[in-house]
T-cell receptor, first 114, second 114 residues
Framework: EPEVTQTPSHQVTQMGQEVILRCVPI?????FYWYRQILGQKVEFLVS????????KSEIFDDQFSVERPDGSNFTLKIRSTKLEDSAMYFC????????????FGDGTRLSIL | GENVEQHPSTLSVQEGDSAVIKCTYS??????FPWYKQELGKRPQLIID?????GEKKDQRIAVTLNKTAKHFSLHITETQPEDSAVYFC?????????????FGKGTHLIIQP
């Protein structure tokens, strides 16, 4: 069964540094998403992406964050000038069609800001 | 925006008994309601979903019911087994159309007592 893959599995970064999290969505999926889960808490929506542009973003997704699809397979989340409170598990998800279709999650990247 | 409330936060049942988890949502325009199972340190895994044009859906030991008028939906697990132990999240989306992100509940930690 095709899966969403994410790299790295764990990223440790100094506060103030930039970090890029990478995702390869399922190949025939058209909608891509990033979510965040702080340890022990619920999953929170960050941003959705379709047709090479942001479709929707939450209040969490401020100017510190950006997303990009640099080629035909990768989907990246960049966090500029990381803060301690950015420490969380970041999940990428993809769906074949729009939001009323199942979203399949990757294994996540655990981001630790020191 | 959408708000999803989930209860209970922890549910302990004897193996073989049934478990019921309940969620309410605030935006009457939401029309897609998935349930995810998350084991410790793993990705959220979609276990069942329901759309607003359906009142009930069943898949083996798992069923979901939706009451659009009351804006609540429930997950029912029958004949629980030890491997059902996990955190279960309900979610809602679709109010904005397009690539809506999922709004998750806070999760229910289901414990199956042997």
């Amino acid at each position: 069964e095709p899966e969403v893959t994410q790299t790295p599995s764990h990223q440790v970064t100094q506060m103030g540094q930039e970090v890029i999290l990478r995702c390869v969505p399922i190949s025939n999926h058209l909608y891509f998403y990033w979510y965040r889960q702080i340890l022990g808490q619920k999953v929170e929506f960050l941003v959705s992406f379709y047709n090479n542009e942001i479709s929707e973003k939450s209040e969490i997704f401020d100017d510190q964050f950006s997303v990009e699809r640099p080629d035909g397979s990768n989907f990246t989340l960049k966090i500029r000038s990381t803060k301690l409170e950015d420490s969380a598990m970041y999940f990428c998800a993809s769906s074949q069609m729009n939001s009323n279709q199942p979203q399949h999650f990757g294994d996540g990247t655990r981001l630790s800001i020191l | 925006g959408e708000n999803v409330e989930q209860h209970p936060s922890t549910l302990s049942v004897q193996e073989g008994d049934s478990a019921v988890i309940k969620c309410t949502y605030s935006d009457s325009a939401s029309n897609y309601f998935p349930w995810y199972k998350q084991e410790l340190g793993k990705r959220p895994q979609l276990i069942i979903d329901i759309r607003s044009n359906v009142g009930e859906k069943k898949d083996q030991r798992i069923a979901v019911t939706l009451n659009k008028t009351a804006k609540h939906f429930s997950l029912h697990i029958t004949e629980t087994q030890p491997e059902d132990s996990a955190v279960y999240f309900c979610a809602a989306s679709g109010a904005g159309g397009g690539a809506d992100g999922l709004t998750f509940g806070k999760g229910t930690h289901l414990i199956i007592q042997p």
